[in-house]
């Protein structure tokens, strides 16, 4: 039996790098509600429908993989 932590690894190590994918310069804040849309359609199991609404646990779980306003000038530059 997989214990609630090897289950949430799983998750999140197929939810990162379908994040990943696009250029740093296009994950941004604004992408991740299109993230959340194409999750919702295509990858459901993948968004956490545990302890709070869905959407804020996906920002919670991209947080450290989201290029900031700042961050992409400096990538577009």
Request: with cysteine.
């Amino acid at each position: 039996m997989m214990t609630r932590e090897y289950q949430e690894y799983r998750r999140l190590s197929e939810l990162i790098p379908l994040w990943l994918k696009p250029p740093e310069a296009m994950r941004t804040e604004h992408r991740v509600a299109d993230f959340y849309n194409w999750l919702e359609r295509n990858r459901p199991e993948l968004l956490r429908r545990t302890n709070g609404d869905p959407y804020q646990c996906l920002v919670a779980d991209l947080r450290a993989h989201i290029c900031t306003a700042r961050l992409r000038r400096t990538i577009v530059q």
